[in-house]
């Protein structure tokens, strides 16, 4: 089994010098090798992992280059087009990054007033929903790309920063200096991607990564592996992909 899966996305997924990865879309891809062929044979003799990043992650799928692909893919309409998606494997959702020193920023409604600077990347869906929800109250600092809103963070020239909790994990797991805060004020759900069957030469297979999903959400092991890598960042446990 072919998995496509990004080298340094940790704690989601990661690539050791070994070629091994680690982490948390790392592990689901595991338990679905276990699904197929058991739970007593290693996982990993049966998967060829494959790097990918955010954007050759539909391409592996569509050039038959990886048979499934854990990337953050939201389960939209204009992405299903493509490729098929499973169910969810995680929720995903806007929230706010800010100092790990910042103790007066713990929800949106403390940057809706507008007297907290907040930044996003320039014309991206962040700044248009934060926009959006706060009814343009809130003082928005666009800028064109992720490092530099996280070098405004740092230097005090933005006191929040927003983007999907799944990518504020990330930015989290690399940076001891911020912390994630507030709940999610948007949602998205991620589902695994898989090459859409062409001629009966998928059949089948997106169903049974689906009963993959549901075995590892019903035995717990989902949300074992929730706690062994996303807790850690966020703070937050959860039963299922859907909380």
Not at 60 to 69: E, G, H, P
Not at 145 to 151: H, L, T, Y
Not at 181 to 186: A, D, H, L, S
Not at 194 to 211: L, M, T
Request: hydrophobic share 40%; with cysteine; net charge negative.
């Amino acid at each position: 089994m072919r998995v496509g899966l990004r080298d340094t996305a940790a704690p989601f997924a990661t690539r050791a010098a070994s070629g091994k990865y680690d982490g948390f879309e790392a592990d689901i891809a595991r338990e679905i090798a276990r699904a197929i062929w058991g739970a007593n044979d290693d996982p990993d003799s049966h998967i060829e992992w494959v790097s990918i990043d955010m954007s050759t992650r539909v391409a592996a799928l569509t050039s038959n280059q990886a048979d499934l692909v854990l990337a953050a893919f939201a389960i939209d309409d204009d992405t299903a087009k493509v490729i098929d998606l499973t169910d969810t494997y995680y929720k995903d959702g806007q929230r706010l990054l800010v100092k790990k020193t910042n103790d007066d920023i713990k929800e949106l409604v403390d940057v809706a007033s507008g007297e907290d600077t907040v930044s996003a990347v320039k014309a991206s869906p962040w700044e248009a929903n934060i926009r959006r929800i706060t009814n343009d109250r809130a003082k928005v600092l666009p800028l064109d790309s992720i490092e530099f809103c996280m070098q405004a963070l740092a230097s005090g020239a933005a006191d929040a920063y927003t983007q999907d909790e799944a990518g504020l994990v990330s930015l989290a797991t690399k940076d001891a200096t911020v912390k994630i805060v507030g709940k999610q004020f948007t949602e998205d759900k991620l589902g695994i991607g898989i090459k859409k069957n062409v001629g009966a030469d998928r059949q089948g297979f997106k169903e049974f990564i689906n009963n993959a999903l549901l075995k590892i959400v019903a035995d717990r092991t989902w949300a074992k592996l929730f706690a062994k890598y996303i807790t850690p960042v966020t703070g937050d446990t959860k039963q299922l992909p859907t909380d």
